[in-house]
């Protein structure tokens, strides 16, 4: 079955850097988009960013945008996220999904990975 296993969360202080690792398996990896969501606590699951199945698109979210950086690795099969100048509402819980079209809707979803920036 397909799985998307984030990694690489963690505290870190106002203005750090991080990055998270999505490994996926047990689909065509290439064929598909892959995108980053973020949800913080009380608050709605939103869109970070977005990288094409041959990583020559990507798309951010205007809160992201110059800060975090969206790449992937075909031959790992593993999507990344680039992230500097953190801030403390980027605080969330940062989850992968992959998508067949582009993102208009999402087919598989990882579990999430906890990011905490301190001020």
């Known amino acids: 079955q397909v799985q998307l296993v984030e990694s690489g969360g963690g505290l870190v202080q106002a203005g750090g850097s991080l990055r998270l690792s999505c490994a996926a398996s047990?689909?065509?990896?290439?064929?598909?988009?892959m995108a980053w969501f973020r949800q913080a606590p009380g608050k709605e699951r939103e869109f970070v960013a977005l990288?094409?199945?041959?990583?020559?698109?990507?798309r951010y979210a205007d809160s992201v945008k110059g800060r975090f950086a969206i790449a992937r690795d075909n031959a790992k099969n593993t999507v990344y996220l680039q992230m500097s100048s953190l801030k403390s509402e980027d605080t969330a819980v940062y989850y992968c999904?992959?998508?067949?079209?582009?993102?208009?809707?999402?087919?598989?979803w990882g579990q999430g990975t906890q990011v905490t920036v301190s001020s």
């Open positions: 990288i094409s199945g041959r990583g020559s698109i990507t």
């Open positions: 999904a992959a998508t067949a079209t582009f993102g208009t809707s999402y087919d598989y």
């Open positions: 047990g689909l065509a990896f290439s064929i598909y988009a």
